[in-house]
């Protein structure tokens, strides 16, 4: 009986342990700003700030700072990931080419762009349920245009940032350098 009552409580922690588990976020199928098919896999071993962008929001002058912020930790293993989304306000009605136009002739974007995907409701996106799903170490709905998730390098989720905070914040800059130099 003892036996019994022992294994079951492993299995408990065992099933409580999976549940309490953060996503896999790199398992998540993706397209890139061309429809390429990819996932976060492609990133495996870097700092990412996944952002939901929008080229006609009051905050879409961000796009600058990102861009900046991008070029100072580049070279360190740090990448910038923007996703498109028209969820606030219809305030990213382009295509994915006009999308793409806008950000390389408007802000010089550098760092990688994403297919146009939904960030809440019932067409919500995979990788925003996992972001901020009750697995996600930061659930809740996104609030608005250039939300900020910080991952780390073994692809889990470390800090959330509300639209406001800019990317050149000190506070987002402190996150990215710990994540950075944080052993993988």
Same mark, same amino acid.
């Given at each position: 009986m003892k036996a019994i009552l022992a294994v $079951?409580? =492993? =299995? =408990? $922690?065992?099933?409580?342990t999976a549940q309490s588990a953060s996503p896999d976020l790199a398992a998540i199928p993706i397209k890139d700003i061309n429809g390429k098919a990819t996932s976060l896999k492609a990133y495996k071993g870097k700092v990412l700030l996944?952002?939901? @962008?929008?080229?006609?929001c009051g905050l879409t002058p961000q796009y600058k700072a990102l861009e900046a912020t991008y070029r100072k930790y580049k !070279?360190?293993?740090?990448?910038i990931l923007g996703f498109p989304c028209n969820d606030f306000g219809a305030q990213e009605p382009g295509s994915n080419d006009e999308i793409k136009q806008f950000c390389s002739a408007k802000f010089d974007v550098t760092f990688p762009l994403f !297919?146009?995907? /939904? @960030?809440?409701? /019932?067409?919500? /996106?995979p990788l925003y349920s996992a972001l901020t799903g009750k697995q996600s170490p930061f659930p809740g709905e996104i609030e608005w245009n250039f939300g900020k998730f910080l991952i780390g390098r073994d692809g889990q989720i470390i800090q959330r940032w509300h639209p406001?905070?800019?990317? !050149?914040s000190e506070e987002l800059s402190k996150a990215i350098e710990a994540a950075l130099a944080a052993k993988p």
């Open positions: $079951a409580t =492993l =299995l =408990l $922690a065992i099933t409580m996944v952002v939901n @962008v929008a080229s006609k !070279d360190q293993g740090f990448v !297919d146009k995907l /939904h @960030v809440k409701g /019932h067409e919500q /996106h406001k905070i800019t990317p !050149d």
